[in-house]
């Protein structure tokens, strides 16, 4: 297992950053000091200075095309660049003019101006979204269009006619004389039995071909 090892890696950003901002928080202080705002409001200058300065970075990160943005930016870039350059020897601290001294005391007003505006502009959005209109568009009616160009429906084809059911058959012709010989065997096996001759004993009797039995047994009536 790895142990850490707990040492802290510089940054050279971070390093640089510092000691700018140590030295023009230095240089604010000096100048505000020599004009007269001297205790603890020549130390709330740098302050004032360094707020308006982020806060108008911010507002730039967010709408770049923002002048207000832009016109705050500058003034706190250049009030932190005045007090670096005036503090290296090309001003008399100890002899500040007159309109220096007005600058400085007036600067807390004009920082609190700058960062209210700051804070309480709207952001522009600069992809706004199209505002949908309150009256609805118009709406155009539908029209029915018939086509006389387009091909006619396919009707169903035609089925043809089912062929008709085929007829009974014909039943035999009996002859008279074979109708009377049945019913004289039909009339003396009623007279023997008592009861009507069956028409399978009669075919029996007869010995002709099953249409012919049937139709005479039809004729006479016989189960």
């Known amino acids: 297992m790895t142990r850490p090892t707990g040492r802290l890696r510089p940054d050279a950003i971070l390093v640089q950053a ?3 901002g140590a030295l023009s928080f230095a240089h604010l202080h000096d100048l505000a000091d020599a004009a007269g705002q001297s205790g603890w409001k020549a130390w709330a200058y740098p302050i004032s200075v360094d707020l308006l300065l982020v806060a108008a970075w911010r507002r730039l990160r967010s709408a770049r095309r923002d002048r207000s943005a832009w016109t705050w930016f500058v003034i ?7 007090a670096n350059i005036a503090t290296a020897g090309l001003l008399d601290l100890h002899h500040v003019p007159a309109w220096l001294r007005i600058l ?3 600067w807390p007003a004009l920082a609190f101006l700058g960062g209210t505006l700051l804070v309480h502009s709207p952001t522009t959005n600069p992809n706004p979204a199209p505002v949908e209109s309150a009256t609805p568009e118009p709406v155009a009616p539908e029209v029915e269009v018939h086509r006389t160009d387009e091909p ?4 169903a084809p ?9 007829a009974p058959p014909a039943a035999p012709v009996v002859p008279a004389a074979l109708l009377d010989h049945a019913r004289k065997l039909a009339a003396a096996h009623h007279a023997s039995t008592g009861s009507p ?3 399978d004993a009669l075919a029996a009797r007869l010995g002709l071909p099953g249409e012919m039995t049937r139709a005479i047994a039809t004729q006479l009536q016989l189960a």
């Not at 706190?76 to 005045?82: I, R, V």
């Not at 006619?152 to 009707?155: D, M, N, T, Y």
């Open 152 to 155: 006619a429906p396919e009707s």
């Open 76 to 82: 706190a870039l250049g009030a932190s660049l005045g």
């Open 158 to 166: 035609e089925l043809p006619p089912p062929p008709p059911a085929p």
């Open 197 to 199: 001759m069956p028409a």
């Open 18 to 20: 510092v000691i700018a």
């Open 104 to 106: 400085v005391a007036g």
